[in-house]
Nanobody
Framework: QVQLVESGGGLVQAGGSLRVSCGAS????????MGWFRQAPGKERELVAT????????YYADSVKGRFTISRDNAKNTVYLQMNSLKPDDTAVYYC????????????????????WGQGTQVTVSS
């Protein structure tokens, strides 16, 4: 049974930093691109960042570029999202997801390519 479990969310002041993690089990972690999505109340779930199977290719939404960093440790079956210079607009539930790609260096921004999802972790940024 595949499980993705997020952790590390919480309450932080604007300008602060937070790192969320996602541990995976029940799948061959290195065979999947990984993504972080977020969903704020009343809004659609949106892609925040993705990373290729090898870790060598990344993608960031414009809204987080330069502030967030996605990384992965295939030996630990874990993907991370380091979030710096947080803003109140970053408040959301953050979800990790595992997606299929053709090659170890490619990423995907299509939500439909992500087949396994975690339950989410709440990140709240106060002003």
């Amino acid at each position: 049974q595949v499980q993705l479990v997020e952790s590390g969310g919480g309450l932080v002041q604007a300008g602060g930093s937070l790192r969320v993690s996602c541990g995976a089990s029940g799948l061959t972690f290195g065979n999947y691109a990984m993504g972080w999505f977020r969903q704020a109340p009343g809004k659609e779930r949106e892609l925040v960042a993705t990373i290729s199977r090898s870790g060598g290719t990344t993608y960031y939404a414009d809204s987080v570029k330069g502030r967030f960093t996605i990384s992965r440790d295939n030996a630990k079956n874990t993907v991370y999202l380091q979030m710096n210079s947080l803003k109140p607009d970053d408040t959301a539930v953050y979800y990790c997801a595992a997606g299929l790609t053709d090659a170890i260096w490619t990423i995907t921004t299509l939500r439909s390519d992500y087949i396994y999802w975690g339950q989410g972790t709440q990140v709240t940024v106060s002003s």
